[in-house]
Structures are given as C-alpha cells and as structure tokens.
C-alpha cells in the first residue's frame, strides 16, 4: 500500500477505490493506483453505450448527427419505458436515481436520496437535510464503503453538517472528525488536524464518500424543479407515504391568494390574510406534533407545592433539533404494561444547563401518577392555537364591525390614499421621562412625531434606544391623556424591558402574562398580575384562601370556586376597570402601543 505522502488529496475529485479497513465507519481507505484501462478510440465508432448494460452497433458511414439523435431518442423511450416500471425501494424519493454507490438513506424518515443536484443548485440529498432538518445518513450496503454510517471517530457524533475527514499520516486512510470540538482539541500524533475538510462541500457530498450520478443516469432520471421538491417536503409532513404524482391531486397545491398593497374593504382583506394565517397555524402544529419522542426514562420528585415533577432527557433537544423554554407545556404518557394507559400534561420548570440536563416538568394533576415507573414514557409537545385564533377573531371584529378601529387606521390598514393626520395636542416642555436615560435628537423627533400622530412606525437597528424611546412615548401618552395604555411586544423578553422602563419612570404598571407562565421567575414579578393579586391587602378573606392552597395544594370545591370569584373580582380592581386576554375582556384602552423588532 503506498504511502501518504504519494496521495494527492483533492476534496473535488474522487478518491478511486475504497474499502473499509475498520469495524467503525470512522477510518476508510482509498486506493491510489491507476487502474484505467486504455481505451482504443476507433472503437468508439463501432460502439455506443447506452448507460443500461446495453451497446449499439454504429454505422460508421451514417453522419455523427442522426447518430446522435437517435441515441438521444432512444434515451427518451427507455424513459418512457422505465416510468412505468417499480424503482427498487433505496431508488432517491426525488428522482428516481438508484444506482447503490449514489444514494444515501436518511436515518431520521428511512427515505432515500441521491447525490445528484438535478435542476437544483444542492444534491438532492443535501436538499431533504436541510429541508426536513435531519442530520443522519447511511451508505447503501451494496456501495463502496458498504452499509456504513458516517460519524464521528472520537465522540460517535452523526451530524453529517458538523463530519468532516483527516487524512491520516501513516496510511492511505481518512478518520472522520466532527469540526467541534473534536477537530479543534485532536493531539492524535497520526493525523494533521489542521487538514480537517468538511464531508459536504458545495451543498453535496464529496464524491469519493458518495459518487455523483453519470449524466446518463441524471438524463434518465425523473426531472423535479426546486418548488416541488419544497411542496413534497411539505406533504411528507402530513403524509410520509407521499409522492411526486401526489402533488398533482386537486386541492394539494391550491396556492393562496397573493396579498396586495391595497384592499377594497376589510372582507377583502379578511379573506387573504385569513388563509395564510390558518397555513401558518397548520406548520406551526405539525411541527409541533412531530417533536413527539419516545422510550424516556423518568425519575418522579414531589414539589414544595405538593405537585409531582418528572425530571428526564430529551436526546432531540442536546442536539439542538427541538427547542424548549421554560413555561413551555409538555404532554407526558406512559406506554409500558406496569401501570394502566396514563398521560398528563404540565409545563416546563427547569430546561438543561451546565449543572443538569434534565428537564423538570410540573404536572398540573397529580392523581393517577404512575410515580412506581421510570421506564417506557413518552412527551408529546402541546400545541396552543391561543394566539392564530386571536389573530383570526382580530380579522373578523374588523370585517364585521366597521367601529373596532378608527375611521383612519381602518382605510390606513386598507392600503387607501388618505390625508396626513395631526393630533391637536400640546406637547410636553421634555420629552425625556423620568428615571429613564436622556433621549438624543433623533429619539426626541420620534416622541413628538408619534404624539402628533394617529399611528406610527418606529425602526432603528439594535442598541439605537428604540426600547427607552417606546417607554418615553408610553409616559407622555399616560401623563397628556386620562386612560390607560395598552403596550404590546411580539416576545415576553420584550415585554418584561418595556414593564422595567416604564416602571422606571414612576407610572403604575402591571404585567400581564399567560397563566402557564405564572411560575417562572421573572426581572419584573413583583408587577405581575397574579403577583400584585397575592400581595393585596384589601382582600383578606383571599389572602387566607391563598396561603391554604399553598400549604395543601389544593382548596375544597366550595373553597375553590370562592377562590376563583375572588381573585377575579381583585384583577378587576387592579386592572382598574380589555385584548386578546379574558381578563381585559371588559377593560378599555385610551392607547395602544405595538412594538415590533
């Protein structure tokens, strides 16, 4: 066997032979000898392949021409014949392609992929990875490098987005390394770290990994456009059986009505937007529901508050497939035969850190437990159409009642041609706010502007005070008009800043969060609702109900309806007197104040 020193690596090129010289799938071999045989080329007018096994005799006095179209011709019947035959199962779900040493199985969905890029700018298989975001493959048995997984040879990682290769110094062989931090932190003496190449190099495979397809095999194959390949990923969210010839059912890819710049009234604009809010729901649930993971093992702790918590891993969420945040709820069952069918559901206490990586969930039943079992559990990601049905009912308040907004901002959101509004109001002698940092010029015109104005659109990209310029706004509107304000932010982080700044400059506020997050910790509890509602003095009938529910953990059926009526009858009082929220269902609102980031 040669020596590396005699191995001319290119990452482009193929690496001639391979075989596997290691029961990992980590170490390969790659044959450096010349094995081409010589081709005589007077021969080549004698015969033709054409790329099934089969030749054709030529004639050598017919023009190079019709030779060429007849072949071409041919090409194209054998297509035509093939379609109507079954593709072995490992055939590539976009193409068709099947050739053992060009396809690759995804470990995640068991569908197979070429390494062909067909009328993309990616390799088919690299298209499904990033499309369906799955990370793991395996060779076809029958390929060079046989039925092999490619993964890490240090720490057995599978991210094919993260392996790379070495080659190593002492033989004709190549170790796989993922970039971090196996790569980084090698002191293995019999490889060169600093030669670390990635496995996919311009959105495919490296060839001597998994061969490319021949362009007779590309031609044969069965030609798929980028916005297929999208709308099949698509499908195989509701149906992994789905095919190509799917797509052209009726009513799988009815495409939405296209938004516009201006709508004829609010049905209009109802019946545009509803749609691609309901396909934006559907993604969002699917996604969801597919994060469902299996085979967990449970170790069961009881709550200062009386309430069980399940601590477990999810194997999904260290390699960052899902994500999780505390308050997050998680559906919890259990599926072996020690206990009867179980399933609960409870929200997320405590996500993994670098003391821990378990997660703690907080069940909100605690009867029916099946706290004697540890194995066979699975979690299921609860999906809430809470904010997708706001946004609807936000769309058909404004359809149906002409009087849900202003005369303005209802033509303003139609996208019609209006004259500049001026609010007659008489503005502040400063505009900076109290307990909060002095604005400078450009943030001082964006207070007065919005002061003066109807509805308004503030941008500015990070650390340029767009968060100490929406607390001022939100003092003046508070201090020039009687009212409350109502302030709105796409993130509780973002909302949690707006309650600290504007807490800063001396106004009453109250933070209004989901019940499900009521638990978690918080910069600005201590103006939460519920928080201000446990502190009132004003109810000491409540606060004994309170202090009884959390030594018992739960109150008796009189108590907890007594319980109820009272707290409601305080967020009222708190809340002085309206949203997607019930509990502002009755309240209503000088000023609404959205910002988006």
């Not at 379609?83 to 040493?101: E, F, K, Q, T």
């Not at 299996?294 to 497939?321: H, M, Y």
């Not at 968060?467 to 020039?480: D, F, Q, R």
């Not at 201000?532 to 030594?551: D, F, G, P, R």
């Amino acid at each position: 066997m040669d020596s590396f020193d005699n191995f001319q690596y290119d990452s482009a090129s193929s690496y001639g032979g391979l075989g596997v010289v290691d029961d990992t799938s980590s170490v390969y071999t790659a044959n450096t000898q010349d094995n081409t045989s010589s081709v005589d080329l007077s021969t080549l007018s004698e015969y033709n392949g054409d790329g099934n096994g089969h030749t054709h005799h030529q004639n050598p006095q017919s023009p190079a021409g019709n030779t060429l179209d007849e072949d071409f011709y041919a090409v194209l019947d054998d297509l035509k014949d093939e379609a109507a035959v079954d593709l072995p199962p490992h055939a590539c779900s976009y193409c068709g392609i099947h050739s053992p040493a060009s396809v690759v199985k995804c470990l995640v969905c068991s569908k197979w992929f070429c390494n062909s890029r067909g009328n993309t700018s990616a390799s088919h298989i690299v298209n499904h990875l990033v499309r369906a975001k799955h990370k793991e493959v395996i060779l076809h048995a029958e390929s060079p490098l046989g039925e092999t997984t490619p993964e890490c040879y240090n720490c057995g990682s599978k991210n094919v987005f993260m392996l790379g290769f070495i080659p190593a110094k002492s033989d004709t062989v190549v170790v796989l390394l993922c970039r971090q931090p196996c790569a980084a932190i090698s002191k293995d003496i019999s490889w060169n770290a600093s030669l670390w190449a990635p496995l996919i190099d311009d959105r495919s495979f490296l060839s001597w990994l998994v061969k490319p397809p021949s362009e007779t095999e590309q031609l044969r194959s069965r030609q798929i456009s980028f916005n297929q390949i999208n709308r099949l990923e698509d499908l195989w969210r509701e149906d992994a059986n789905a095919t190509l010839e799917d797509l052209q059912k009726p009513g799988v890819d009815d495409e939405p009505q296209p938004i516009l710049l201006r709508y004829e009234d609010a049905y209009q604009y109802q019946n545009i937007f509803g749609p691609l809010v309901k396909i934006e729901a559907d993604y969002d649930k699917r996604l969801k529901e597919s994060q469902t993971q299996t085979d967990i093992t449970v170790r069961w702790d009881l709550g200062l508050n009386q309430k069980r918590v399940a601590w477990f891993c999810l194997p999904k969420l260290e390699s960052g497939e899902v994500r999780l945040a505390v308050g997050d709820e998680l559906r919890l069952r259990y599926q072996g035969e020690l206990h009867k069918a179980w399933e609960g559901v409870g929200h997320v206490i405590k996500i993994p850190n670098n003391v821990s990586d378990e997660i703690g969930l907080e069940l909100r039943r605690t009867d029916g437990v099946p706290a004697e079992c540890t194995h066979n559990f699975a979690a299921d990601f609860v999906w809430k159409s809470t904010s997708f049905d706001r946004m609807q009912l936000a769309m058909k308040t404004f359809a149906v009642d002409e009087k849900s907004v202003s005369g303005y901002i209802y033509h303003k959101l139609l996208g019609h041609e209006l004259e500049p509004q001026s609010l007659r109001t008489q503005m502040p002698k400063r505009f900076s706010a109290p307990g909060l940092p002095e604005l400078n010029h450009s943030q001082m015109f964006a207070v007065k502007s919005v002061l003066q104005k109807p509805i308004s659109l503030i941008q500015g990209p990070p650390g340029t005070g767009k968060t100490v310029t929406s607390a001022s706004i939100v003092y003046h509107l508070a201090k020039m008009n009687p009212g409350q304000v109502l302030v709105c932010a796409p993130s509780n982080v973002a909302v949690d800043q707006l309650t600290e700044k504007i807490h800063a400059t001396g106004l009453k506020v109250v933070r209004l969060m989901a019940k499900s997050r009521e638990a978690l910790d918080s910069s600005v509890a201590f103006l939460t609702l519920h928080q201000q509602v446990a502190n009132s003095t004003t109810h000491v009938e409540l606060q004994k109900l309170i202090m009884l529910k959390n030594e018992q953990g739960e109150l008796s059926s009189n108590d907890e309806r007594k319980y109820k009526t009272l707290i409601r009858q305080c967020e009222k009082e708190i809340l002085n007197e309206g949203a997607g929220d019930p509990r502002l269902s009755s309240v209503s609102f000088f000023s609404f104040e959205a910002r988006l980031t």
